[in-house]
C-alpha cells in the first residue's frame, strides 16, 4: 500500500508561521493581563479602570480559550494535522464572545475610544482568514 504525500508550497509555511507568532503574542498578553494585573491597572485613568475591573471570569476564561486554542491550532497546522480546524473555530467563538463583552457589555469605547473596535476586528478577521485555511489546506491534502 502506498500513500502519496501532498507537499504544501512555501506559502503555508509562511502563512503557519506568522499565524504561530500572531496567536503567541495573544497568549503573551492574556498572561500579561492575569498575572500583572496591578501594573496594569496603574497605567489606567478611572474609568479606563473601572472597565478593565468589570472583566469578568467568563469573559478572562474566553480569553484564555481563544488564545490557547488558536496557539494550538497553529502548531497543528504546522504539523499538518486537520485537528488545527475545529481549534481555530474554538478560538474564533471564544474571541467573539470575549470581544462581545469587552465591546457591547462592559462598554469600552466608552472608556478607551473608538480605537477599541481596531483589535477585535483584526482579531475576529484572522480567526476567520485561519478557519478558511485551514479548510483549504483539508481540500488541498495538505493536512491529514
Known amino acids: 500500500m502506498t500513500t502519496t504525500t501532498v507537499k504544501p508550497p512555501t506559502w503555508f509555511w509562511v502563512v503557519g508561521v506568522i499565524a504561530l507568532l500572531w496567536?503567541?503574542?495573544?497568549?503573551?498578553n492574556y498572561l500579561s493581563q492575569a498575572f500583572n494585573k496591578q501594573l496594569i491597572l496603574e497605567g489606567l485613568d478611572e474609568a479606563q479602570r473601572g472597565v478593565f475591573e468589570g472583566i469578568p471570569?467568563?469573559?478572562t476564561a474566553a480569553f484564555a480559550i481563544a488564545v490557547f486554542s488558536g496557539t494550538l491550532g497553529c502548531i497543528g497546522l504546522?504539523?499538518?494535522?486537520?485537528?488545527a480546524r475545529p481549534l481555530f473555530i474554538i478560538s474564533l467563538l471564544a474571541a467573539i464572545a470575549q470581544?462581545?463583552?469587552?465591546l457591547f457589555i462592559n462598554n469600552a469605547v466608552e472608556a478607551f475610544g473608538p480605537s477599541s473596535y481596531?483589535?477585535?476586528?483584526?482579531?475576529i478577521l484572522i480567526g476567520i482568514y485561519l478557519i478558511f485555511f485551514s479548510k483549504q489546506g483539508?481540500?488541498?491534502?495538505?493536512?491529514k
Not at 99 to 102: D, N, R
Open 99 to 102: 470581544f462581545g463583552h469587552w
Open 57 to 59: 471570569a467568563w469573559a
Open 78 to 83: 504546522l504539523l499538518r494535522k486537520k485537528w
Open 23 to 28: 496567536n503567541l503574542m495573544g497568549v503573551f
Open 138 to 143: 483539508i481540500q488541498k491534502g495538505w493536512l
Open 118 to 123: 481596531a483589535m477585535p476586528i483584526i482579531v
